[in-house]
């Protein structure tokens, strides 16, 4: 499953360059870039890490409008 978050748009505005934000979360470059890019569900442990490097809440990184709206579009069926 792919999904939208809003990590490159708050890494860049935090000025972390990809390699940094990777070293700080002990991951892979490559990782982050496909958080970001590809849209790659991070683990819980990789968003809590990630939003830890940032300074910002997981939800405002990686719970972004359509995710929100799926999930309430979930509880709607459910």
């Known amino acids: 499953m792919t999904y939208n978050n809003k990590l490159r748009e708050i890494r860049k505005e935090?000025?972390?360059p990809v390699a940094e934000l990777a070293r700080r979360c002990k991951t892979t470059?490559?990782?982050?870039?496909n958080i970001?890019?590809?849209g790659?569900?991070?683990s819980v442990?990789?968003?809590?890490k990630?939003?830890?490097a940032l300074k910002r809440d997981p939800y405002d990184?990686?719970?972004t409008n359509d995710v929100i709206q799926g999930l309430q579009e979930s509880d709607k069926t459910a």
């Open 14 to 16: 935090v000025g972390m």
């Open 29 to 33: 470059r490559q990782t982050i870039t």
């Open 36 to 38: 970001e890019l590809h």
């Open 40 to 42: 790659q569900e991070p």
């Open 45 to 48: 442990t990789l968003a809590l």
């Open 50 to 52: 990630i939003a830890k």
């Open 61 to 63: 990184i990686f719970f």
